[in-house]
């Protein structure tokens, strides 16, 4: 890039030239007070449009970056739909709690709800997975309960889904009313029961239950 040197020229020329050629600026800067020289300002700069930039082997790195984090995020996407099964529809999706019971470290991990017209599943978006899925047709009941983790923190309602082998699934939903009336639902179309009963889910060893509120 060569610098040129032009005298008549307006501010629109002026914009296009930075944007399109670039421009730099070097500059030394001395700031006095009263003729006593305080700051001292050495200035070495390139003004240019991002692709200009980028042509010229400048920010090759951030624009990899961005670029390999859009083809990411293109990937889950693409993966999350896969993961879909052929044909199923989502109806419905929240921000969930899935409770992991099984491996060394059972813990509460969090992703996405989604109701589809055929099953409810759990996907974690980062790293991107299958967390559980259960179809409408091997759900027997489920169970609403009120409890807290914490003793300073408010009790809120947890889902216990019973299926049919007599195991559970425990999920704490963020739009729980939403959940429920998406799975009445689908259990309705297909004349399916879904009922209310007890379930003795695994929960953490912090978690407390409470009494259930009022309404």
């Known amino acids: ?43 070495r700069a390139m003004l240019a449009s991002i692709e200009t930039m980028i042509e010229y082997g400048m920010w090759a790195d951030w624009d990899r970056a961005v670029r390999a984090a859009a083809t990411e995020d293109e990937r889950r996407t693409v993966a999350l739909g896969h993961a879909l099964l052929k044909g199923e529809t989502p109806v419905f999706q929240c921000g ?21 017209d055929a099953a409810i599943r759990m996907h974690r978006r980062a790293p991107l997975a299958c967390l559980v899925v259960i179809p ?8 609403l309960e009120y409890g807290t983790v914490s003793a ?26 939403q ?23 695994p929960m953490p060893k912090n978690y407390e239950r409470v009494a259930a509120k009022v309404t």
């Open 96 to 116: 969930a709690s899935y409770w992991q019971a099984d491996g060394v470290s059972p813990a509460w991990t969090y992703g996405t709800l989604i109701i589809t």
């Open 1 to 43: 890039m060569e610098a040129t040197r032009e005298t008549r020229t307006t501010l629109v020329d002026l914009l296009d030239r930075v944007l399109d050629k670039g421009a730099v600026i070097d500059a030394d800067v001395i700031i006095s007070v009263a003729g006593v020289p305080l700051l001292g300002l050495k200035l």
């Open 179 to 201: 959940v429920i009336a998406g799975i009445e639902k689908e259990m309705t179309k297909r004349k399916l029961r879904w009922a209310p009963g007890e379930c003795h889910a």
């Open 136 to 143: 409408f047709e091997e759900i027997a009941g489920y169970s």
């Open 152 to 177: 300073s923190a408010e009790p809120t309602r947890y889902l216990h889904i019973i299926r049919v082998d007599g195991s559970v699934c425990s999920l704490h939903p963020k739009e729980i009313e």
